[in-house]
C-alpha cells in the first residue's frame, strides 16, 4: 500500500486541470473550464472543472471528483493504481507498503493482462531492432514503407518472430502465466492437446494504445503473399481491450485534435504513422472496421469536426456511408476528403511536403451530405427508380441531424443538386422524424409499463431512508463542507462565537438524532471528532479521502454552481438564496433534518407496534408514549418548517 505522506502529496500537486485535459478537450468558462462529459452523451458541455477547487462536476449525469477519481472512473482503475497513474505523470516516487494476499487478489487478474501485454510490446520492439531476423524482415519493411527510426520508434513497432512459440515461450521463462498469455489472446492454448503457440508468429507488429498511453492490444501484418493467411490480424477482444471503444492513434494525437480543432480519421495503421511522419498528427484510424458510437463519441471528446480521408475505392466508400450517419447524429460536423485513383493517406503523404499536405486537405475536403448526393447521383443517371432510392438514401441522413436549422440548409443543396423540388425532401424527413418518435414513444411506454408490473409484483413499500431524511441531511452535509469554518454567530457576553460546524454538531448531538444515509453519517461523524478535539477539518481532508464515496460526495457538494433549492419562509414566500443568509438558512435545514428523523422514527414505531408479539406485549405502553411524543414533535416541526422538503 502506498502510505499517507505519499497520498496526500500526490492529491496535493495533481493539476485537475492538466490530468482531465489529457483526456478530453476543456476551455475556459470564467475561472472555470467546461468539456463534454465522458461519461455519458450529451451535446451541450455540462461537464465543469474548477481548478481553484481541484474538482470536476458533470451537471448532466451527476459524476464528480477529483483528479485521482476522475483516473479511476475513466481508466477504470483502482485506487491505489489511479494514485500511481498520477504519480506518474508528476513524477512522483512511490516506495509500497506489502500489500495483503487479498488485496493482491482483488486487482491481479487486469493488472496481469496490463503487464503481459507490456511484456509483449517489449519483446517484439526489442526483437524488431536486436535480432538478424526482425532486422533483415521487420526493420526492412517499415524502411521500405519509408518510415523513419524516430517514427517507428515513437509508435513502438515491432517484429514477431516466425517461431511459432517465440513469445510465448519467452514469456512464461520470464514467470508470465501462460493463464493472462491466453486471455490477452497474445497466446493460443489447448490445454486438451497440450500444444501453445503466438497469435502473431511472423508478422510485423502494431501495438495499440489507450488514452493514457497502455497499450491494451496489438494489429499485425504478415509479409506473406499466401492468400490463405489473413493480411491483418488484431487482438481478441479481452478485459482490458474492446475494440469499438478504440481508435489507433488517439494517444498520439489527442492534443493535436484539441489544438486544431480537427480530427482526421484514415482506414489503417500505416495510414497513420505516414501522415505523423509528414508532420500532420491530428490522425486516428478505424482500423478498417465499421465506426461505432463509442468510437464517434471518443472524437467528440476532444472536437465536434472530423474529416474522413477515402482513396478512390468508391465500393468502400459507398460500404462505409451508413456509419456516417451516426456521426451526423452526434451532432458533428463531417467533411470527406477523396484522395486521387490509386492513392491512399499512406502513399499520398509521401509525395507531399507538410505544408501542401496541410493545404490539400483544407482546399479539398467536401461537406459530407454534398459529397454523399454527388456520388450517389453519379451512379443514377435516367433510373426513376435508382433515383427514388438515392432521394431515400440522402433523406435518411439529413434526417438524422439533430439541428432543424442544419437541416433545412442541407434540404435547400440537395433540392438544387437533385432538382428536387424542397417540400418532396421535408415531406420524407417529416415522415422518418414522426416514425423514429412514435417508436422511441412505444419503448418508453414499454419501460413505463414494465416498471410499473414489475412495482405492483413487488409490492413496494415507501422507503424513509431514499426520501425526506436522504434529501435534508445531504443539506446539512452541504453546509458543513462549504461553511463549516464560518462564523454563524459572532461572540457576545456569556458566549463564545460559534461556527456552523459546531452549531450543526450541537443541534444533531443533542436531540441524539441520527444519519440515516451511511456517507453522510460519515462525514458528519469526522466533524464531531474533529470538533471534540478542538479542530475543524479542511475541505481537503474530505476531496482527498481514501474513501471514493466521500470525496466524490464533497467533490460534488463544493462544485461550481452546486445549487440548493431556494429558501423558503414557511408561508410559501422565497426568502432568497440559502447561501446568502446562513443564520436563518441553517437552522431552517435543521428543523426540516429534525423532522424527517422524526417521520423516519415514527414510521420504524408503527411498524413495531404493528408486528409487535403478544410476549412483548409489556413493551406496548412505552411504545404508545413514545409514539405520542413523536407525533407533538412532529406538528411542532412541520408548524415550523411549513411542512415543505429543503430540496
Wanted: hydrophobic share 35%.
Amino acid at each position: 500500500m502506498i502510505d499517507q505522506p505519499t497520498v496526500q502529496r500526490i492529491h496535493e500537486t495533481a493539476q485537475v486541470i492538466e490530468v482531465i485535459g489529457d483526456f478530453i478537450a476543456l476551455k475556459k468558462r470564467g475561472v472555470n473550464y467546461l468539456g463534454l462529459c465522458p461519461f455519458h452523451n450529451e451535446k451541450t458541455p455540462s461537464f465543469t472543472v474548477s481548478p481553484a477547487k481541484g474538482i470536476y462536476k458533470c451537471f448532466g449525469c451527476g459524476e464528480s471528483g477529483n483528479a485521482v477519481g476522475f483516473i479511476m472512473a475513466h481508466e477504470k482503475l483502482s485506487y491505489p493504481e489511479a494514485l500511481k497513474y498520477v504519480a506518474k505523470k508528476y513524477n512522483i516516487e512511490i516506495q509500497e507498503k506489502e500489500q495483503t494476499p487479498e488485496q493482491q487478489q482483488e486487482r491481479r487478474d487486469i493488472d496481469s493482462l496490463y503487464i503481459v501485454t507490456e511484456y509483449a510490446k517489449k519483446f517484439f520492439v526489442k526483437t524488431l531492432h536486436n535480432t538478424p531476423e526482425g532486422k533483415s524482415i521487420g526493420l526492412s519493411y517499415f524502411r521500405e514503407r519509408g518510415f523513419r527510426e524516430d517514427i517507428i520508434k515513437k509508435f513502438e513497432l515491432g517484429w514477431s518472430p516466425e517461431k511459432r512459440d517465440a513469445l510465448t515461450s519467452s514469456a512464461t521463462q520470464a514467470g508470465y502465466k501462460l493463464k493472462f498469455l491466453s486471455k490477452s489472446g497474445l497466446s493460443i492454448v489447448n490445454t486438451e492437446k497440450n500444444y501453445k503457440f503466438d497469435r502473431f508468429a511472423g508478422r510485423v507488429m502494431f501495438p495499440i494504445k489507450m488514452l493514457s498511453g497502455k497499450t491494451i492490444a496489438f494489429g499485425g501484418r504478415t509479409l506473406k503473399q499466401d492468400k490463405k493467411i489473413a493480411k491483418y490480424l488484431n487482438s481478441p477482444e479481452s478485459e482490458i481491450y474492446h475494440k469499438s471503444r478504440v481508435l489507433y492513434g488517439m494517444y498520439h494525437a489527442k492534443s493535436q485534435i484539441v489544438r486544431q480543432n480537427e480530427c482526421i480519421m484514415v482506414e489503417g495503421y500505416t495510414d497513420v504513422i505516414s501522415m505523423h511522419q509528414a508532420g500532420i498528427e491530428n490522425v486516428v484510424a478505424s482500423s478498417g472496421t465499421s465506426l461505432t458510437q463509442e468510437q464517434i463519441r471518443l472524437v467528440k471528446r476532444f472536437t465536434r469536426n472530423l474529416t474522413i480521408i477515402y482513396d478512390g475505392d468508391a465500393a468502400g466508400i459507398k460500404a462505409s456511408l451508413r456509419g456516417i450517419d451516426l456521426v451526423l447524429a452526434e451532432e458533428m460536423n463531417v467533411k470527406v476528403l477523396l484522395l486521387p485513383d490509386g492513392e491512399d493517406p499512406d502513399s499520398f503523404s509521401k509525395t507531399k511536403l507538410p505544408e501542401e499536405l496541410t493545404a490539400y486537405i483544407a482546399e479539398n475536403q467536401q461537406d459530407f451530405i454534398k459529397f454523399k448526393t454527388k456520388l450517389l447521383l453519379a451512379d443514377v443517371k435516367n433510373d426513376p427508380v435508382r433515383r427514388a432510392q438515392l432521394v431515400t438514401d440522402i433523406v435518411a441522413s439529413i434526417a438524422v441531424i439533430p439541428s432543424s436549422i442544419l437541416r433545412s440548409e442541407y434540404v435547400k443543396e440537395c433540392s438544387a443538386i437533385l432538382d428536387i423540388r424542397e417540400e418532396a425532401l421535408y415531406s420524407e424527413i417529416k415522415k422518418r422524424l414522426k416514425g423514429k418518435l412514435e417508436t422511441a414513444q412505444k419503448n418508453k411506454s414499454y419501460q413505463k409499463y414494465t416498471s410499473a408490473q414489475k412495482a405492483e409484483k413487488e409490492k413496494t413499500t415507501p422507503n424513509y431512508t431514499e426520501n425526506l431524511p436522504a434529501l435534508n441531511e445531504r443539506a446539512l452535509i452541504y453546509f458543513l463542507l462549504n461553511f463549516g469554518d464560518t462564523v454563524l454567530f459572532p461572540a457576545e457576553e456569556n458566549s463564545p462565537e460559534m461556527t456552523v460546524a459546531e452549531f450543526i454538531v450541537e443541534e444533531v448531538n443533542i436531540d441524539e438524532l441520527e444519519f440515516i444515509n451511511s456517507i453522510y453519517a460519515t462525514v458528519f461523524n469526522l466533524y464531531s471528532e474533529f470538533i471534540t478535539k478542538g479542530e475543524l477539518p479542511q475541505k481537503e481532508f474530505f476531496l482527498q479521502h481514501k474513501s471514493t464515496d466521500i470525496s466524490k460526495l464533497a467533490s460534488d457538494l463544493l462544485s461550481p454552481n452546486y445549487e440548493l433549492s431556494k429558501l423558503w419562509d414557511g408561508k410559501g414566500g422565497i426568502i432568497g438564496n440559502p447561501e446568502d443568509n446562513l443564520e436563518v438558512s441553517i437552522p431552517e435545514a435543521l428543523d426540516r433534518f429534525k423532522l424527517a428523523s422524526v417521520l423516519h422514527m415514527i414510521g420504524d414505531v408503527d411498524l413495531k407496534i404493528k408486528n409487535i408479539q403478544p410476549k412483548d406485549y409489556g413493551d406496548l405502553g412505552a411504545l404508545l408514549d413514545k409514539k405520542k411524543q413523536l407525533d407533538e414533535y412532529k406538528i411542532e416541526l412541520a408548524r415550523i418548517t411549513g411542512n415543505r422538503t429543503f430540496f
